[in-house]
């Protein structure tokens, strides 16, 4: 069966993109592959955090993603810093990168303009430890939103890199992107992707929002003038988001979609409709599993538990290739 691995960032509440593009296609995935799915609260505190916090998102990004379908008994669902070998292993990613392509990363340039005040050295080395989440797992497909292309990537050319200094010891991963909805963008900047971090609360549609403030963020849609409904992102950014997320809800073709609309009118009810109806029994399963932080904890510590086993072995085979003295 196919190993796949994918990680999220405990960081703010889930979106639609997050749904769209990467969560509904890993509850799919749980079925017919090896799946493991990790709550990076490494990577969340490269930029600070209060006391605490991490913790708290943590165990709620674990319900949502429980009440998204990932099942702890079906896939392998657990928190990072729980498998202390991803810390190990990130170490010696980033002595197998350069300096130089660490600094080509767009989400690092992206994430260093809006935390200007503190840019942690962490912040910078973050592929290494995405490299290393990837790699530990033998990991064949990285199902991921189009933003993470460029980050399997890079893991892909540190394994290279790192199998021809040392033998054959890490096997290449390759992201795999969702054809609709592998960019959802924000309701009110077209031209953005719908983001955690980007401060735009009426442009992003949070998961858990009410029924009656979904369908206002999308009737509120910005959209353009020249009134034909048409899926055309680089024209109509607006608009063929809207189709995107009509399609990715319904399982309809974007394109063809947009030969059934006359009006944007019509099209943003619609797309309010079926955004609603999708999330309905997500937020009533969330609702239930909120109520038992205990029972989240003890299946995230079975997942940590296996995910444990793969990680050491292929961090001793990793350190035994470079020739580390035995301890
Ligand atoms: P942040 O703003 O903190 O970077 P984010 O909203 O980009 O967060 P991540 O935790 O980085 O979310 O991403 C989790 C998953 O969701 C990734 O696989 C990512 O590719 C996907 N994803 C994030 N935003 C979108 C989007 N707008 N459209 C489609 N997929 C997305
Ligand atoms: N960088 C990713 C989160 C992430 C990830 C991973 C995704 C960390 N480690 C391993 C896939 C595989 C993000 O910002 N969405």
């Known amino acids: 069966m196919t190993r796949v691995f994918s990680g999220i960032q405990p960081t703010g509440e889930l979106h639609l993109g997050n749904y769209l593009g990467a969560i509904r296609n890993w509850a799919k995935m749980q079925h017919e592959t090896d799946a493991l799915f990790c709550v990076v609260d490494l990577h969340a505190v490269t930029v600070p955090k209060t006391p605490g916090e991490v913790g708290e998102s943590t165990l709620r990004l674990s319900q949502l993603l429980m009440a998204a379908g990932l099942d702890p008994e079906v896939c392998t669902l657990f928190v990072q810093s729980h498998v202390r070998e991803h810390t190990e292993c990130a170490w010696l990613m980033e002595c197998s990168v350069s ?160 030969d059934e609309y006359e009006q944007y009118g019509q099209l943003k009810v619609d797309t309010a409709d079926a955004v609603v109806a999708l999330l309905e029994p997500f937020q009533e399963r969330f609702r239930e599993l909120e109520a038992d932080p205990g029972e989240t904890a003890r299946l995230l510590k079975i997942g940590a538990d296996k995910a444990r086993e793969t990680a050491s072995t292929t961090v001793a085979r990793a350190k035994a290739a470079i020739g580390f003295l035995a301890d």
């Open 99 to 258: 300096f130089g392509e660490l600094s080509r990363m767009t989400q690092f340039k992206d994430k260093s303009d809006q935390h200007k005040s503190f840019i942690s050295a962490g912040l910078f080395t973050y592929p290494a430890l995405q490299a290393a989440d990837i790699l530990l797992y033998d990991t064949e497909e990285v199902p991921v939103g189009d933003d993470q292309r460029q980050h399997v990537e890079i893991t892909r050319d540190i394994a290279e890199r790192f199998n021809s200094r040392y033998g054959e010891t890490f096997v290449l991963p390759k992201a795999v992107v969702p054809k609709a909805a592998a960019r959802v963008m924000d309701m009110q900047h077209p031209d953005k992707k719908m983001s955690k971090s980007l401060d735009s609360p009426k442009g992003t549609v949070g998961l858990l929002d009410e029924p009656k403030q979904i369908a206002k963020k999308i009737k509120s849609a910005v959209t353009d003038n020249d009134g034909e409904v048409r899926f055309d992102v680089a024209e109509k950014p607006g608009v063929s988001n809207l189709l995107s997320i009509l399609g990715a809800a319904t399982d309809r073709d974007p394109e063809a979609l947009a």
